[in-house]
């Protein structure tokens, strides 16, 4: 069972995620401090500091009665697109900066489509068949 194990662990895939997750977790502090130190600023410039969080419905009586934080949810949804939205343009910016280094240094070749080679294979045979 041990042999197993090691096998388990020892495969590719499995480092792989080990890897993704470990970065992944790195990422968020990093993405979470863009939203919360960058953009939520901007965001309350427009709204006036707008925060919905305070928003609840109590239910029931007394000091212990249940609350509806709908506004808890209500900033839960608003913080996810900003982070959705922010994460969007670090993939889009990490792109285009791979594809503009792939192109870089390489000539573009234009590659003839699929029939112009298939008939120039049959041509070159034709040509090296022998005359009948």
């Known amino acids: 069972m041990l042999k197993e194990f090691r096998d388990f662990i020892a495969r590719g895939n499995v480092l792989d995620l080990a890897v993704g997750i470990i970065i992944g977790a790195a990422f968020t502090s990093i993405v979470n401090s863009v ?3 960058l ?4 965001i309350s410039l427009f709204t006036g500091g ?7 419905i109590v239910l029931g009586e007394g000091p212990n009665a249940a609350q509806f934080a709908y506004g808890k949810f209500i900033m839960a949804v608003i913080n996810f697109l900003i982070i959705a939205w922010v ?3 670090i993939v889009k910016g990490v792109n285009t900066a791979r594809r503009f280094a792939h192109m870089e240094g390489k ?6 489509p699929p029939e ?3 008939l120039t294979e049959i041509r070159d045979e034709l040509k090296n068949r022998p005359a009948v």
Do not use: R
């Open 35 to 37: 939203v919360a130190d």
């Open 39 to 42: 953009i939520n600023p901007i």
């Open 50 to 56: 707008l925060d919905f969080s305070g928003l609840s």
């Open 87 to 89: 994460v969007f343009l």
């Open 107 to 112: 000539e573009e070749k234009a590659e003839d």
């Open 116 to 118: 112009i080679k298939l």
